[in-house]
């Protein structure tokens, strides 16, 4: 059964379609690229994916469960999301804003448990920040807040992690960190979609893309297929021998 399964799905903010029928699954360790030019539907995709928006029509199915009949609780049991853009406005730790990523599992008015602090553990040492536990989050560089946003995401324990953005802002070290660890979350079974605005990042573990061109139009399968000089050039308006295309 797929992880995330979307069929048909349609939504515009005016009256041009901005996702228009849309469909494509994500299995267990499928790791997917999001990609296409500015103003295309990346990021409102994700918020269709995890109920945060509504779909004018089609269908999200998490688990073979319509997402819209899924419980918040329930959902955040099945789709993890980071945000592209995170504030902190308290001066939490480390160790606490990965704990954060248990809420739907501790709920707002009991502690947490031990398998919540053992969850969070296995977090940070996933994403490599466990010598940051006991730091301050507004002392941390871009990259690794980054880091610590993806380890409240996987301390939710999911199936599904979607991440808008998860490299931007962010120099060249840490953007092939990233990739690396998405990668390694694949190959470990959970299924990954990420928003990226750089195509040559998709080469660094992506198995799946999905382009979106801008009015409605897609293209979805192998990342070897979609990703091809000419697809690419279509989509972003650019030559097919530019130097910034892969």
Not at 72 to 83: D, N, T
């Amino acid at each position: 059964m797929p992880v995330l399964k979307v069929t048909g799905l349609t939504f515009s903010y005016g009256p041009r379609p901005l996702i228009q029928g849309l469909s494509f699954e994500l299995r267990s360790g499928d790791f997917m690229c999001v990609l296409g030019p500015n103003g295309s539907g990346k990021s409102t995709l994700l918020k269709l994916l995890t109920g945060f928006m509504k779909a004018s029509s089609g269908s999200v199915k998490l688990g073979g469960k319509e997402a819209a009949l899924i419980e918040p609780g329930r959902l955040a049991r099945l789709a993890a999301y980071v945000a592209s853009e995170t504030s902190t406005p308290y001066d939490f730790s480390v160790r606490e804003t990965v704990l954060l990523g248990r809420t739907a599992r501790a709920g707002f008015w009991r502690g947490y448990r031990a398998e919540d602090g053992a969850a969070a553990g296995l977090a940070m040492e996933e994403t490599g920040i466990t010598a940051l536990a006991e730091r301050s989050i507004n002392t941390l560089s871009t990259g690794e807040r980054q880091l610590v946003f993806i380890a409240q995401a996987l301390a939710q324990e999911a199936g599904l992690l979607l991440l808008d953005e998860p490299t931007s802002h962010l120099d060249l070290k840490y953007k092939a960190e990233i990739m690396a660890l998405l990668a390694r979350l694949g190959r470990r079974g959970l299924a990954v979609a990420a928003v990226l605005h750089e195509p040559a990042l998709a080469r660094l573990g992506c198995n799946k893309a999905l382009l979106l061109n801008g009015g409605g139009a897609y293209s979805f399968g192998a990342e070897s297929e979609m990703l091809s000089p000419e697809r690419l050039a279509a989509a972003y308006g650019l030559p097919i021998d530019s130097p910034l295309l892969p």
